[in-house]
């Protein structure tokens, strides 16, 4: 089973500043790599697939890259509804597919 | 546009089984294109990826719960459903379902269920 390893835990940021959120595999996994976001209450929404494209209707803030067991999540000006946690996904080697344990973007 | 609704019982007590329906609109899970798979989220394991069906009736399943689950589909109604059996407090979680893009080997997630607790106790 592949492990993705999510740092930092936390990353404090004020409004319109730019996060860099990174996702590492124990092991390669191409760029079958998926970002998703969730806010309290909420399920994920997917953001990036395949390690740098967007979903529909994803703002263009968001970009992804990396590829093999590297892989960062880059929000370039951060806006109010942003502040949330972000996960990491791999559909690289199955079964299972599986998520890192998450990173939460707080205000600071 | 896309919608799925998870539903069942928000209680089940240990050793039982637990039983959830997903309903789907805004597309048909016999339509080919598409994957169909419940996720879950607790505190202790985070998400994790329970299974997954496919039109023809395919499954495939986590290893880790393999034995104790099974999912099964519905075209008729449009549903796809989960049963995990034997439960204990380590399957207390939210769950939900989920639409799988990608391929045969590979699915990311870009529709999802809003969630249901499913909490396991006496």
């Known amino acids: 089973e592949i492990v993705l390893t999510q740092s930092p835990a936390t990353l404090s940021l004020s409004p319109g500043e730019r996060a860099t959120l990174s996702c590492r595999a124990s092991?390669?996994?191409?760029?079958?790599l998926a970002w998703y976001q969730q806010k309290p209450g909420q399920a994920p929404r997917l953001l990036i697939y395949?390690?740098?494209n967007r979903a529909t209707g994803v703002p263009a803030r968001f970009s992804g890259s990396g590829s093999g067991t590297d892989f960062t999540l880059t929000i370039s000006s951060l806006e109010t509804e942003d502040f949330a946690v972000y996960y990491c996904?791999?559909?690289?080697?199955?079964?299972?597919?599986?998520f890192g344990q998450g990173t939460k973007v707080e205000i600071k | 546009q896309v919608q799925l609704q998870e539903s069942g019982p928000g209680l089940v007590k240990p050793s039982q089984t637990l039983s959830l329906t997903c309903t789907v609109s805004?597309?048909?899970?016999?339509?080919?294109?598409?994957?169909w798979s419940w996720i879950r989220q607790s505190a202790e394991k985070g998400l994790e990826w329970i299974g997954r069906?496919?039109?023809?009736?395919?499954?495939n399943y986590n290893p880790s719960l393999r034995t104790r689950v099974a999912i099964s589909g519905d075209t008729s109604k449009n549903q796809f459903s989960l049963e995990l059996t034997s439960v204990t407090a380590a399957d207390t979680a939210v769950y939900y379902c989920?639409?799988?893009?990608?391929?045969?080997?590979?699915?990311?997630?870009?529709?999802w269920g809003r969630g249901t607790l499913v909490t396991v106790s006496s």
């Open positions: 989920a639409r799988g893009a990608g391929d045969t080997y590979g699915n990311h997630f870009d529709y």
């Open positions: 805004g597309v048909s899970i016999s339509s080919g294109r598409y994957y």
């Open positions: 069906i496919y039109y023809t009736g395919g499954t």
């Open positions: 092991q390669s996994v191409s760029s079958y």
């Open positions: 395949d390690a740098s």
């Open positions: 996904q791999q559909r690289s080697d199955w079964p299972p597919w599986t």
